[in-house]
């Protein structure tokens, strides 16, 4: 189980269906664009753990929006699987030039895809498919979705869990309303700001009960963080 996010970009709409429901059939949370520059924009506002990007597509091609995002200060390290046809493959090493960390010919076989991209989240972003998230004294149980700190159990409801869960892949850093409603509530749901204000409200009564030490920063004007250094 993973809460990776996973961005695919491929304008062959069969092959982009049936690489979503693949994905999130083991639980990762799947955006999909069907053209370069409408990935462009969708990458502006919100970026995921992991990239799938065919190399041929139509408005901005693979290889330039991979140059692109490799010249964006916040897509540098953006893990990036390239998608190329047969024929592109003796041109595999421009792609990787570009920027591209891995790359499949077509057509592949969706299980040895899958295993590429979880071989790539967990060696560049391990804090994304561990079973068990550490932060502080807080422990987050990915499989069993408990949460104890110092040892000790905490019942959240289930906002507060994903809350919690999507604050603590990213210690320390900052999270504005808006980045916190794409990334827990997702961008379908309709929910107004202020709900993110609420649950976080819940979310430090459920766990700071008792306590004096608050792991969550408020950042005036800014948004919310979850910083590991509260102890002590
Ligand atoms: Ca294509």
Same mark, same amino acid.
């Given at each position: 189980?993973?809460?990776?996010?996973?961005?695919?970009?491929?304008?062959?709409?069969?092959?982009?269906?049936?690489?979503?429901? %693949?994905?999130?059939?083991?639980?990762?949370?799947?955006?999909?664009?069907?053209?370069?520059?409408?990935?462009?924009?969708?990458? +502006?506002?919100?970026?995921?753990?992991?990239?799938?990007?065919?190399?041929?597509?139509?408005?901005?091609?693979?290889?330039?929006?991979?140059?692109?995002?490799?010249? +964006?200060?916040?897509?540098?390290?953006?893990?990036?699987?390239?998608?190329?046809?047969?024929?592109?493959?003796?041109?595999?090493?421009?792609?990787?030039?570009?920027? #591209?960390?891995?790359?499949?010919?077509?057509?592949?076989?969706?299980?040895?895809?899958?295993?590429?991209?979880? #071989?790539?989240?967990?060696?560049?972003?391990?804090?994304?498919?561990?079973?068990?998230?550490?932060?502080?004294?807080?422990?987050?149980?990915?499989?069993? &979705? +408990?949460?104890?700190? %110092?040892?000790?159990?905490?019942?959240?409801?289930?906002?507060?869990?994903?809350?919690?869960?999507?604050?603590?892949?990213?210690?320390?850093?900052?999270?504005?309303?808006?980045?916190?409603?794409?990334?827990?509530?997702?961008?379908?749901?309709?929910?107004?700001?202020?709900?993110?204000?609420? &649950?976080?409200?819940?979310?430090?009564?459920?766990? %700071?009960?008792?306590?004096?030490?608050?792991?969550?920063?408020?950042?005036?004007?800014?948004?919310?963080?979850?910083?590991?250094?509260?102890?002590?």
């Amino acid at each position: 189980m993973t809460a990776a996010r996973v961005m695919i970009v491929e304008d062959e709409e069969p092959l982009t269906t049936l690489l979503r429901y %693949n994905l999130e059939s083991e639980g990762y949370t799947v955006d999909a664009a069907l053209r370069g520059d409408e990935a462009e924009l969708k990458l +502006r506002e919100t970026v995921p753990d992991l990239l799938v990007l065919d190399w041929m597509l139509p408005g901005v091609t693979g290889i330039e929006l991979c140059r692109r995002l490799r010249a +964006r200060e916040d897509t540098r390290a953006l893990p990036i699987i390239m998608l190329t046809a047969r024929g592109e493959e003796s041109e595999r090493i421009r792609g990787l030039s570009t920027g #591209a960390d891995d790359y499949v010919v077509k057509p592949f076989s969706v299980p040895e895809l899958m295993a590429r991209i979880r #071989a790539m989240l967990r060696r560049t972003r391990p804090e994304v498919v561990a079973s068990v998230l550490k932060s502080g004294d807080i422990e987050l149980d990915r499989e069993t &979705h +408990r949460v104890r700190r %110092n040892g000790r159990e905490l019942h959240l409801g289930p906002t507060e869990y994903r809350l919690l869960e999507y604050l603590m892949r990213s210690p320390g850093r900052v999270f504005s309303r808006e980045q916190l409603l794409d990334g827990v509530w997702g961008r379908e749901v309709y929910v107004d700001e202020r709900t993110v204000d609420v &649950h976080v409200g819940r979310l430090r009564r459920a766990i %700071n009960r008792g306590r004096a030490r608050d792991p969550i920063r408020t950042v005036r004007g800014a948004g919310y963080a979850l910083d590991e250094q509260y102890s002590g």
